[in-house]
């Protein structure tokens, strides 16, 4: 490629204190404006290669290094990095790490001061930035108030506003609801127009970058082993999925139909939408689809005319009245602010509501000890760094059942059985701390499944995690509330919801404006609307042909291969 | 001595984590007669271990946790300054020295290091507990006989809380602190 | 309102408007007049404006509200140590203590004398540090001709004080779903479970300092770089003549007390 901006030739790098290899010969370019999106499973060297593009590694960061990383035609190892950084600029997963000032204008001048921009220059580029990502009217306020979308617009913003050639956004959108993910390209869309600007994205959310990237790479074991235009990208899904990488809801349905004999398979909503103008349905034919919501046993937790006020006056529930039951499986969904994380903190006693009441168990939480409370209902946070304090796993899954007077015996077998549970049997002297993000994350499920409690509270457990795990984390729940468990899961991944949960509940400003058995939330287009959610891929495709809500591909397939005529109209 | 954006990110994350910790100390634990003092300094255990970990520069954010959280109690003068702020600094790097002469191993791995941290740490503890309120005295903050009083519970609320907080950090993080690109121990 | 590192203040409120480096000098000057005045009117005076000021500069008095378990704090410790330890001479002795010290009619009025220092000190600081952000004690420190990397390393550790304090916040909540009692009666224990916080906390500050790093290099922030600043903090005719006052203030009430005897211990009304 002549025109590569980038140039990466058979990259190798080693941390210092690594026993492997991360990147193992990592061959590729990206010419000038392309947007190149980068996917792989969790822990393969994607943000490794990210910093090696940066000029981090190996400038600050202690390695073996072989090969070489070219940033228009400087070499990364001996260029000066000043010079390289001048050039690239990079976002990170957390915005909050990045930020160092308490006012959003100062954090977008902040990089321009450092470069030495006269006065007048700073402020005109950081005013622009903050215009192309809409952000211009939050200019006085404080980073840390705002919306996890807007946090990472502003970090956007501060590396826009030194007008780099490259921008590289390592996993921008994990920690954000759609709204903030649709923010956030809808910003690099801007960017590429106005700018034309080099993005490289690493992502894990397909169906964006489907959309949006011109090359998708795949990076497993260290090596780029498959890349190209997203259509290309896609075509192989069994061996896409082998390799941790889930392709787009409509790219599997059609992978499924052969005999549909597509010359490509769809890769948006758009082309699967042509693709189905051709095709008819027998409406009388269409298979039913269950509701989902078993039913289920007496109310564990009530709240009645819930209010909730922080001690900064915000209001974060308001007037929430809800029932849930034994065995159930409840997704709480909505934006980021809505309420959910307010909600199941008084779930779990952490807090009291202002006015109305909360009673789990048929006790008031205001006249419940919070730790003896957790024997009942489990909480596992969203960051798990958060809930890990001991030295080793089985520490971790051993503390509460100490706590409570148990004996070693009872420990050992408890403990045993939750980490086989969670697939981390054999990391039993590991310190948690030394555990990928999604075995902490499993970690943290099992030392509240050991206390074997009742219910289990889980907050945003696919964050920052890649399909599979995210999935594995789903089953896992899936599984405990077969055997019993009554499960309620915070999430914005409306995929996996529209899999696992039997009933959704939708909040909205601290209201609950939907509660129901998860086809007839998933199906009102109109309320996810309402709330900027967005249903799943085949769900919308589905709502084309006939009036049913289908929440999954297999769903999907029912409906286009049994039921239809295949062919022309 | 060169100073790099590592070295600043240090000090300053040191500082922010002991800073609050620092304000607990002095209102969880104050001594009757002893302005300032508390009768165990929670922040030591942490930028004890940070100065182990990455030298000069974790005591510096010591230093300046401090002095911001003594000073808000007690005045942002030279006093101030002079007596805990400086105090703290000095201190963990009086043992950061002895456990380099000693050659010993921040994971406390044998006896002998053990030995050294707990030596080290009584060390620094009195010999800054010395500096400290013989500062206090000339400034009249306290009396003559506060002056050893001061001494013995800083001596105490030192060590105990090095030694209580800072010994299972020690061996339980320092595996995982060498394996971070922030190590700085053996380029010391 | 205007955020600052620890409230929200009107945006009229002069003190919020001050140029930074008289902020950092009042802040200064404040804590040295309380060092240096030893009278007991005088210091009450001061303390009572410092009260006023909170009124007039519109900063909420609330603030002050908070600290109160804090001023118990210093008034006891000053108090004790005076009162068992010190040798002030007055006209009549109440006790005498088997280790030489005493207690005479001036003791408490001593005793009391201390406590308003550090009252004084700990409200005038509370006044100034409730109308800091970040700007101020960055181009405060650097108007003091202090190298740029250092201001902003105080900045970080203001800054990232209040993350850590969530941080240590939520370990704590999750220790206490896992059973753990932060009111244990054994010392032992309670220490144990607090010593436990350490891990986490420790864990998160490390891996912070990586992400931070990183973050502050790509934005090109280089010690000892020379930069450019957004704002113009330039001394106006009005922060000259305050910032004059202030230091005169100061070296008025050193040469006052040294040479003529003033504000000294006891004062008016005590030395009749």
């Known amino acids: 490629m002549d025109n590569a901006i980038i140039r990466v030739e058979n990259l190798w790098w080693k941390y210092n204190t690594g026993r492997e290899w991360v990147l193992k010969g990592v061959d590729f370019s990206v010419a000038k ?324 009441i909360v009673k789990v168990f048929g006790i008031d939480t205001r006249h419940i000890n919070i730790s003896r409370l957790a024997w009942k209902i489990g909480y596992v946070y969203q960051c798990p760094d958060h809930q890990l304090f001991c030295t080793s796993v089985y520490e971790e899954c051993a503390y509460a059942l100490r706590n409570a007077g148990m004996s070693e015996e009872e420990i050992r077998e408890r403990v045993s059985r939750v980490l086989e549970i969670v697939g981390l049997s054999g990391l039993e002297d590991v310190p948690p701390y030394f555990l990928s993000k999604g075995q902490r994350q499993r970690l943290a499920v099992a030392a509240v499944l050991a206390m074997e409690p009742e219910v289990i509270v889980v907050d945003e457990p696919t964050t920052g995690q890649d399909f599979v795990q995210s999935k594995g984390i789903m089953n896992l729940l899936k599984k405990l509330n077969e055997s019993g468990r009554t499960i309620i899961v915070v999430t914005h991944n409306m995929r996996l919801v529209a899999e696992y949960a039997e009933r959704v509940i939708v909040l909205k400003e601290g209201r609950v404006i939907a509660d129901g058995d998860v086809r007839e939330v998933m199906g009102d287009f109109e309320l996810l609307r309402s709330t900027f959610l967005n249903p799943p891929q085949v769900t919308v495709l589905a709502r084309k042909l006939v009036p049913v809500t289908v929440l999954t591909v297999e769903e999907m397939c029912r409906i286009l291969m049994g039921d239809i005529c295949v062919g022309e109209k | 001595m060169e100073i790099s954006v590592k070295n600043i990110v240090i000090t300053g994350v040191t500082a922010g984590l002991c800073l609050p910790l620092a304000l607990f100390a002095i209102i969880l634990v104050p001594i009757p007669g002893l302005p300032a003092a508390s009768g165990f300094w929670i922040p030591a255990g942490f930028y004890f271990v940070m100065t182990l970990w990455f030298g000069v520069w974790g005591a510096l954010g010591g230093h300046i946790a401090t002095t911001l959280a003594m000073g808000y109690f007690f005045g942002y003068t030279l006093q101030v300054w002079a007596d805990g702020g400086l105090g703290d600094f000095i201190a963990p790097l009086v043992c950061f020295t002895i456990f380099k002469i000693a050659k010993a191993n921040p994971e406390l791995k044998t006896r002998r290091d053990y030995v050294v941290w707990i030596v080290a740490v009584l060390i620094s503890s009195l010999v800054c507990g010395l500096w400290v309120h013989t500062v206090n005295l000339l400034f009249g903050v306290i009396t003559w006989p506060f002056w050893w009083i001061g001494v013995l519970t800083y001596f105490i609320g030192d060590s105990l809380a090095v030694l209580i907080v800072g010994t299972p950090l020690l061996k339980t993080l320092t595996e995982y602190v060498k394996a971070s690109p922030m190590y700085v121990w053996g380029e010391q | 309102m205007s955020r600052t590192f620890f409230i929200h203040v009107e945006e009229k409120s002069p003190l919020l408007r001050l140029h930074p480096l008289l902020k950092i000098t009042s802040l200064l000057a404040i804590n040295l007049l309380a060092w240096i005045i030893d009278s007991p009117v005088v210091l009450l005076c001061a303390i009572v404006a410092v009260f006023l000021s909170f009124k007039i500069f519109k900063v909420p008095l609330a603030r002050i509200g908070k600290f109160i378990v804090f001023a118990v704090l210093i008034v006891q410790a000053v108090m004790v140590s005076y009162i068992l330890g010190s040798t002030i001479p007055g006209n009549m002795v109440y006790y005498r203590f088997p280790w030489g010290t005493y207690i005479s009619d001036m003791t408490l009025v001593y005793a009391f004398t201390m406590a308003a220092k550090f009252l004084l000190m700990l409200w005038g600081s509370t006044l100034l540090l409730a109308v800091m952000r970040d700007i101020d004690i960055v181009y405060g420190l650097v108007s003091m001709r202090l190298p740029y990397y250092l201001a902003f390393t105080v900045n970080l550790a203001f800054r990232l004080s209040t993350v850590f304090m969530e941080d240590y916040a939520k370990v704590r909540d999750a220790m206490i779903l896992r059973g753990t009692n932060f009111s244990e009666k054994s010392l032992v224990q309670r220490a144990r479970n607090y010593v436990r916080l350490g891990t986490p906390l420790m864990v998160l500050a490390i891996r912070r300092m990586f992400e931070m790093t990183n973050a502050l290099i790509i934005k090109g922030f280089e010690p000892g770089r020379s930069r450019t600043y957004l704002y113009d903090f330039s001394l106006t005719i009005k922060d000259k003549v305050i910032s004059f006052l202030l230091v005169a203030a100061v070296v008025l009430a050193f040469l006052l007390k040294t040479f003529y005897g003033l504000l000294t211990f006891p004062g008016w009304p005590f030395n009749g």
């Open chain 1, 33 to 356: 404006g392309e947007i190149v999106g980068i996917v792989g499973p969790s822990g393969v060297g994607k943000t490794t290669l990210c910093l090696c593009l940066t000029g981090l590694i190996p400038r600050e960061v202690r390695g073996i290094i072989k090969g070489r990383v070219l940033i228009n035609g400087m070499d990364t190892s001996t260029t000066p990095l000043p010079e390289i950084i001048k050039k690239v600029g990079i976002v990170f997963q957390d915005p909050e790490t990045q930020f160092v000032t308490m006012k959003v204008l100062d954090e977008v001048a902040f990089p321009l001061e450092n470069f030495g921009f006269p006065r007048d220059e700073i402020l005109k580029r950081a005013e622009e930035a903050l215009r192309v990502t809409r952000m211009i009217e939050y200019s006085d306020k404080y980073p840390f108030e705002l919306s996890g979308g807007q946090k990472q617009r502003i970090a956007i913003a501060s590396m826009l506003a030194r007008r780099p050639e490259i921008l590289i956004l390592d996993e921008p959108t994990s920690d954000l609801d759609p709204l903030g993910k649709q923010e956030i390209f809808s910003v690099l869309s801007e960017l590429r127009r106005r700018y034309n600007v080099t993005l490289i994205i690493v992502e894990h959310d397909t169906e964006k970058l489907a959309r949006f990237a011109d090359r998708i790479l795949l990076l497993y074991d260290g090596r780029i082993i498959e890349q190209g235009p997203p259509r290309e990208f896609f075509k192989n899904v069994p061996f896409l999925i082998e390799k941790g990488v889930y392709p787009p809801q409509v790219t599997e349905v059609f992978h499924r139909l052969d005999s549909l004999n597509q010359e490509f398979l769809p890769t948006t909503l758009e082309e699967a939408f042509k693709i189905l103008d051709n095709l008819s349905v027998r409406d009388s034919s269409l298979p039913s689809f269950p509701r989902k919501r078993k039913q289920s046993g007496d109310p564990i937790i009530v709240m009645e005319e819930v209010e909730y006020v922080y001690p900064n006056g915000t209001k974060a529930l308001k007037g929430v009245n809800l029932k849930i039951r034994e065995g159930e499986f409840v997704a709480i969904i909505g934006q980021n602010g809505s309420g959910k994380t307010t909600l199941i903190k008084h779930i779990v006693g952490l807090l009291k509501p202002t006015n109305g």
